[in-house]
């Protein structure tokens, strides 16, 4: 089992910039790729970014390109999500979890942490 809970949401103005950081606990998170997620009220989960195990790999929404990091470090079990530029659409609960793979369908991730708003205004 693993437990993920993520940290940094907030509110920030248009342009703005965040970090999320997602730590896991329970089995050595190296063993699995991560991801991050997010929903928005009335629209359904939508791919963010994605790390392999190693950090050779990373993937992002096509959105996300250009603004968002994924990072990782395994020996701290943590997991970041850097995010610039921030526009109201960036507006969600944004989601860790990990899985077998790096990808950007959520349906391969077996553990999901509990969420954390990211609010944007204009």
């Known amino acids: 089992q693993v437990q993920l809970i993520e940290s940094g949401g907030g509110w920030v103005q248009a342009g703005g910039s965040l970090r999320l950081s997602c730590a896991a606990s329970?089995?050595?998170?190296?063993?699995?790729?991560m991801g991050w997620f997010r929903q928005a009220p009335g629209k359904e989960r939508e791919f963010v970014a994605a790390?392999?195990?190693?950090?050779?790999?990373?993937t992002y929404g096509d959105t996300m390109k250009g603004r968002f990091i994924i990072f990782r470090d395994n020996a701290k079990n943590t997991m970041d999500l850097q995010m610039n530029s921030l526009q109201p659409e960036d507006t969600a609960v944004y989601y860790c979890?990990?899985?077998?793979?790096?990808?950007?369908?959520?349906?391969?991730?077996?553990?999901w942490g509990q969420g954390t708003q990211v609010t944007v205004s204009s």
């Open positions: 329970g089995r050595t998170v190296s063993r699995y790729a």
């Open positions: 790390i392999s195990r190693s950090a050779d790999f990373t």
């Open positions: 979890a990990a899985g077998s793979i790096s990808h950007s369908d959520s349906a391969l991730y077996e553990y």
